[in-house]
């Protein structure tokens, strides 16, 4: 008994090595589009980015800077497969095709997980600011009512899902540039303020104040605000046209992203001193603040609720998506891919939110130690899946190539195969850079360890199922 390599020609089953019932595509252009800008812009940007310009101050910069075009590049590769191969277990089949079951296997379940723990904390964090207004309302409802609403959502089809995350991506967006506009009304002085930096950055010790390893510290502060973008290559195999609608997003969103976060850290390192903790603590509302927006914090903190509430619903999205897929593999429970008469796998979105759920138990119950280990294995997790998809690009990009029409794809990555191989050396240099900081090395062996335990588990399934294959049949 063989494994089964149809190739369907709708939905998410596109991939080589899929079977069962395809996905809907219902998903259009300007779902992906926005859903591509939104993704990236969330807490991490609008709370974490304090974090950044009190680890290197005004040079953090330079590492956003750094971190953006390195993550450009990964989703430049992602979108080149996943333009002429869409399918909903994107960058998990991309390394599976080009390394073999292993690597599939691996990225599939280690990406699921991260994705279960960070519903987890995204809930979590609705919870305390909504019960912040309210304090009459206790933080589960709050967590109750977010999972049951947006997981709802998830079930009554792909365009329903689409719908909620433009408007979500949408609000976001505006948000990023109302806040661009009145910092650059208060830089060139339409706004007059009092106790602004306003770029006096040598009475603070100017402008890379701990000098190349405050930019390399904060490199890694930054670099994972990022992650999100790739839910753009997972959904394309919903989307109409997949192979055009990826290839147009793609080409839309990438540059945005990089002037979205490096315009607004500017505005920040350039209003707010870098080394002032209070103000570092929620740095847009800080500038808002400034600005005499009497009302900003409270604006800032309805957008970062409905950040939060995007990415939940995202990651939802992403975690039933790769479920699925590993379930059509042959290395999740059948039963995952059992698609509904809306064409939504319904069953992973029942896993994916009944797990989200544990993860939001886990955040409430468990000692921070344990917690901290858990949360820790899904910090650096996201640099395997980049190594991964890179070598996975070096490998496939001939064999697309070879079965596209004219040998031209919808979408090339740039630069092939030097910047593949550029990145691949800039991800190994950040490893090195976590390597030398305590925090981010616990970040490094809860994620080597996961990584062994989920190997540990394919060795094991595949055993079990060559012992199963070789089992003579009885007769009946």
């Known amino acids: 008994m063989t494994r089964p390599t149809s190739t369907p020609t709708s939905g998410a089953s596109t991939a080589p090595g899929t079977t069962g019932e395809p996905l809907a595509q219902g998903l259009r252009p300007r779902h992906l589009t926005m859903m591509g800008l939104g993704s990236a812009i969330g807490a991490g940007l609008f709370l974490g980015s304090g974090v950044g310009v009190a680890t290197a101050g005004p040079a953090v910069l330079v590492s956003y800077a750094i971190a953006g075009v390195l993550v450009i590049l990964v989703m430049r ?7 002429a191969l869409p399918a909903s277990g994107s960058f998990s089949v991309y390394a599976e095709a080009a390394l073999g079951r292993w690597a599939g296997f691996l990225l599939g379940w280690l990406y699921w997980f991260m994705l279960i723990m960070v519903l987890g904390v995204e809930v979590t964090g609705v919870a305390g600011i909504v019960s912040g207004w309210w304090p009459d309302v206790p933080q589960w409802a709050v967590a109750a009512v977010v ?23 949408a609000i976001k967006v505006a948000a990023i540039v109302a806040f661009l506009v009145v910092g650059v009304l208060v830089v060139v ?26 930019i390399a510290a904060g490199l890694l502060t930054v670099v994972f605000a990022f992650g999100g973008i790739e839910i753009v290559t997972i959904a394309a195999a919903e989307a109409r046209e997949p192979s055009t609608a990826v290839a147009r997003a793609t080409r839309t969103i990438l540059w945005r992203i990089l002037a979205f976060y490096v315009g607004s850290v500017a505005i920040i390192v350039l209003l707010l001193p870098w080394d002032d903790a209070a103000a570092l603590e929620s740095p847009f509302v800080s500038v808002l603040q400034l600005a005499g927006v009497g009302w900003g914090a409270r604006a800032m903190e309805v957008v970062v609720v409905l ?53 939001v138990l886990l955040n409430w119950l468990l000692p921070q130690a344990l917690l901290g280990v858990l949360l820790n294995a899904v910090g650096s997790a996201l640099l395997v899946v980049w190594v991964l998809v890179a070598v996975a690009q070096l490998r496939l990009r001939p064999r697309l190539e070879a079965r596209a029409p004219g040998g031209r794809l919808p979408l090339r990555m740039w630069g092939y195969p030097w910047l593949t191989w550029l990145v691949l050396v800039a991800l190994a240099g950040l490893v090195v850079l976590m390597l030398s900081d305590a ?5 490094v062996a809860a994620t080597a360890g996961l990584v062994v335990v989920i190997l540990a588990c394919y060795a094991v399934t595949t055993a079990v199922r060559r012992r199963r294959l070789a089992a003579p049949v009885s007769p009946r």
């Open 189 to 214: 002085g339409v706004i007059p303020v009092a106790g602004g930096a306003l770029g006096d950055w040598a009475a603070h010790g100017g402008f890379a104040p701990a000098g190349w390893s405050g």
């Open 439 to 443: 925090a981010a090395r616990a970040q």
């Open 307 to 359: 950040a939060l509430l995007s990415a939940f619903n995202a990651n939802v999205y992403g975690t039933s998506r790769m479920l699925f897929s590993l379930a059509e593999r042959g290395d999740a429970p059948p039963a995952a891919a059992r698609v509904s008469r809306r064409n939504v796998p319904v069953v992973a979105v029942w896993v994916s939110v009944a797990f989200g759920v544990v993860a």
């Open 77 to 83: 590769m992602m979108a080149e497969m996943a333009s």
């Open 147 to 169: 999972v049951a609403v947006l997981g709802g959502l998830n079930l009554t089809g792909v365009k329903n899902f689409g719908e909620a995350e433009f408007w979500f991506a």
